[in-house]
């Protein structure tokens, strides 16, 4: 299948399919401790866990244009991956932006899925970030020390000296703010999909980490009262990035609201 987007399946691993879909600046190699502890609680079954990189991000190419670097695009992108599979339904776990991304996806092909858990998602009427931001994400594309440093902010208690921050994250995301993630910050600026969400008609847990001090915990509630089916939990000890804190502890999420 010609796509803009890479991804990657493991079959054998759910006894339902689930698509996972990672956030700004990072890329598939961020559901690896996921993985671990998922097979380690025996979790195996006919399914398939898939996991796909928007735009720019991880194997994906790059966007050719800025107009590519939108969300209803990305949606649209990976559903087209689900149909490509030919699997049946699929339930979706969507990180941060890849978590507004999975919302739009069961606005826009309810067909195709059963039910999502999204966990510090943007919300659904995106984000503004202050200009400094914007301003820091210009200079990490010349500077992989202050690209480490602003994604190590938005991991609680994270281990900069740890080989998979220095080998994975900060790899990924050095090389994703280079191609795409200054454009996800404009294109999330002034996005508002509340009429789409209104009508997802599945089940879906949105949530927040504790200590996230990257995303307003208001704009997840919000998300989970706009959302049909909706419903909020707040992830105790966790900050913004809790399948990378915690992956042992988000395996028993997934494991719980999916299975």
Avoid at 135 to 157: C, P, R, Y
Avoid at 184 to 207: F, S, T
Wanted: proline share 5%.
């Amino acid at each position: 299948m010609n796509s803009p987007v890479h991804f990657e399946l493991r079959d054998g691993l759910s006894p339902r399919n689930v698509l996972f879909i990672h956030g700004n600046l990072a890329s598939n190699r961020w559901w690896i401790p996921f993985e671990e502890e998922w097979k380690k609680a025996g979790n195996q079954g006919d399914g398939c866990l898939v996991y796909a990189e928007f735009r720019g991000c991880g194997q994906s190419p790059a966007p050719k244009s800025e107009a590519e670097v939108d969300m209803h695009l990305f949606a649209e992108d990976f559903i087209r991956v689900v149909r490509s599979l030919n699997r049946g339904r699929f339930s979706l776990v969507g990180h941060s932006t890849g978590g507004l991304i999975a919302a739009l996806m069961l606005a826009k092909a309810p067909e195709l899925f059963d039910r999502a858990l999204l966990l510090d998602p943007v919300g659904a009427q995106g984000v503004t970030f202050d200009p400094s931001m914007i301003q820091a994400f210009e200079k990490m594309k010349q500077d992989k020390a202050l690209t480490a440093a602003v994604i190590g902010s938005t991991i609680h208690q994270n281990d900069a000296n740890s080989g998979f921050f220095k080998d994975v994250i900060v790899e990924d995301a050095f090389s994703a703010v280079k191609s795409v993630g200054h454009l996800v910050l404009k294109a999330l600026d002034g996005l508002d999909v509340r009429k789409e969400l209104a009508k997802v008609p599945h089940p879906v847990l949105v949530l927040h980490g504790e200590h996230d001090q990257l995303l307003p915990v208001a704009d997840s509630k919000a998300m989970a009262e706009i959302l049909p089916k909706g419903r909020f939990e707040v992830f105790a000890g966790q900050g913004h990035c809790g399948n990378v804190e915690d992956p042992r502890a988000f395996a028993a999420k997934v494991q719980e609201f999916l299975l």
